[in-house]
């Protein structure tokens, strides 16, 4: 394998946990759809409109060449793609400008570092409430924040070395992208989700996904993505897949959505 992406020329490594390479470069031509696709989404920066289509658009055209151009796209150029009307247009560059004041969690999980997901972006926010501070932590100092490996740990470490995503996260700082926020105090809770970990999967009636981990977070609870001997519970929904094996494997409390309900009442 070469050490070098064929496409944009920037380093890549194999992922220790798959058969695979990976360019770590997150203005890569060959992934930017992908990765603006990943930025943009609700568990992200939450960019209502910006959907796959027109994100394929966007890179075709050349309109962007990292997630930090989305910040500077007029309406003129987005009404001018196809099955976009100037209303339509006008609506995504609203969602794209008001995105610049999220919570720092979900530009961290935006960002695509590979091994870090929601629920990881979030502890990591809790923990150095500082992009900058984040960039230039050591993997040691990293792994001082919770549920942080030496493997996630060492990812973090090499996406923020990458002189290209360097270069991408001082254009997002240029375009007014929140990169701070202070430590808040967390509220003492109490129930049968304070302090306990949680996974969500399948599709749930009453609560959509996002609905659903910030009401566990209200109630004191640490919401990772993955199940493991560490997982306190799993809320399952219909099509729960791989997740409920796994925790039925390793002997996780699984809850369906009415126990959840009754549990959330508590």
């Known amino acids: 394998m070469p050490r070098r992406c064929p496409v944009c020329g920037g380093p890549v490594n194999r992922d220790p946990e798959f058969v695979a390479w990976r360019c770590e470069n997150i203005s890569c031509p060959a992934q930017l759809k992908r990765t603006i696709q990943h930025f943009a989404s609700r568990g992200a920066m939450d ?15 050349k309109l962007v060449g990292d997630v ?47 091994h870090v997901g929601e629920g990881g972006a979030q502890k990591l926010a809790d923990h150095f409430h500082d992009l900058d501070a984040l960039a230039v932590a050591s993997i040691e100092t990293l792994q001082h924040a919770e549920d942080t490996g030496p493997v996630m740990a060492a990812s973090i470490h090499d996406f923020f070395s990458n002189p290209r995503n360097q270069a991408v996260i001082k254009k997002l700082r240029n375009a007014g992208v929140k990169m701070k926020e202070k430590a808040a105090p967390k509220p003492v809770a109490t129930g049968p989700f304070a302090g306990k970990t949680v996974v969500v999967t399948g599709t749930l009636e009453k609560f ?42 390793l002997g996780v409390k699984i809850l369906d959505e009415q126990e959840f309900g009754k549990f959330l009442n508590q």
Request: charged share 30%; proline share 0%.
């Open 208 to 249: 959509s996904r996002d609905a659903a981990k910030d009401a566990l977070r209200k109630s004191g609870a640490h919401v990772t993505d993955s199940v493991s001997k560490r997982t306190d519970y799993l809320i399952v929904g219909t099509d729960a897949g791989s997740k409920l094996d796994k925790a039925r494997k």
């Open 47 to 61: 960019i209502e409109g910006m959907g796959e289509v027109l994100a394929n658009q966007l890179v075709d055209k």
């Open 68 to 114: 930090a151009d989305l910040y500077s796209l007029t309406v003129e150029q987005v009404a001018d793609l196809e099955r976009m009307a100037e209303k339509s247009a006008s609506n995504v560059v609203t969602a794209i400008a008001e995105s610049r004041k999220r919570e720092l969690w979900r530009l961290i999980n935006g960002l695509g570092i590979l």
